[in-house]
T-cell receptor, first 112, second 113 residues
Framework: DTEVTQTPKHLVMGMTNKKSLKCEQHMGHRAMYWYKQKAKKPPELMFVYSYEKLSINESVPSRFSPECPNSSLLNLHLHALQPEDSALYLC???????????FGPGTRLTVT | DAKTTQPPSMDCAEGRAANLPCNHSTISGNEYVYWYRQIHSQGPQYIIHGLKNNETNEMASLIITEDRKSSTLILPHATLRDTAVYYCIVRARPANYGQNFVFGPGTRLSVLP
């Protein structure tokens, strides 16, 4: 298995909702990442997990809460989002933080 | 901040070689050059990386100048499916503390029939 999967593909949520994005990889990678990408902009790093521990939080608001339950799974919990949080959320993984990253297809999030 | 500069857009005729340049004049000795691409509405795709020697794989070739201040990604026979935004990224390996992949604006390559 050489891919990163993300669910759901699309998500529409209200500003008072709580939802979660899920990312999974079965390549034995030990680093996993969340990126946010606004339309016509490059991806921006949000969080880095290394060996299931959060190693980087790029000053992301607390309404985004990452979780790494095990080495294959990465979640992003969403609560009280704003319309400006609407974006493509990308998950990636790599063998280690040193190595090239492999990306999932993304979840397109719309906050109404 | 991205440490690379790339032209914002390029066109290439289908079947011809696409040569995508990247300037990284402040590259350090332990920084590798990575290339990714992102086809519309998909996740970025890793293409290739190199330190100082030229590299080739099934997708592309990477040519790095001797002074390592610039590089060129070559898609030898571009197809319509190669239309994408191409990102050139420099990053140390082993990674300096806190250093991550930083995506710049990239080059939007349009392969024309």
């Amino acid at each position: 298995d050489t891919e990163v999967t993300q669910t759901p593909k699309h998500l529409v949520m209200g500003m008072t909702n709580k939802k979660s994005l899920k990312c999974e990889q079965h390549m034995g990678h030990r680093a996993m990442y969340w990126y946010k990408q606004k339309a016509k902009k490059p991806p921006e790093l949000m969080f880095v997990y290394s060996y299931e521990k959060l190693s980087i939080n790029e000053s992301v608001p607390s309404r985004f809460s990452p979780e790494c339950p095990n080495s294959s799974l990465l979640n992003l919990h969403l609560h009280a989002l704003q319309p400006e949080d609407s974006a493509l959320y990308l998950c990636a993984s790599s063998w280690d933080r040193e190595y090239e990253q492999y990306f999932g297809p993304g979840t397109r999030l719309t906050v109404t | 901040d991205a440490k690379t500069t790339q032209p914002p857009s390029m066109d290439c005729a289908e079947g011809r070689a696409a040569n995508l340049p990247c300037n990284h004049s402040t590259i350090s000795g332990n920084e590798y050059v990575y290339w990714y691409r992102q086809i519309h509405s998909q996740g970025p795709q890793y293409i290739i990386h190199g330190l100082k020697n030229n590299e080739t794989n099934e997708m592309a070739s990477l040519i790095i100048t001797e002074d390592r201040k610039s590089s060129t990604l070559i898609l030898p026979h571009a197809t319509l499916r190669d239309t994408a935004v191409y990102y050139c990224i420099v990053r140390a390996r082993p990674a300096n503390y806190g250093q991550n992949f930083v995506f710049g604006p990239g080059t939007r390559l349009s392969v024309l029939p």
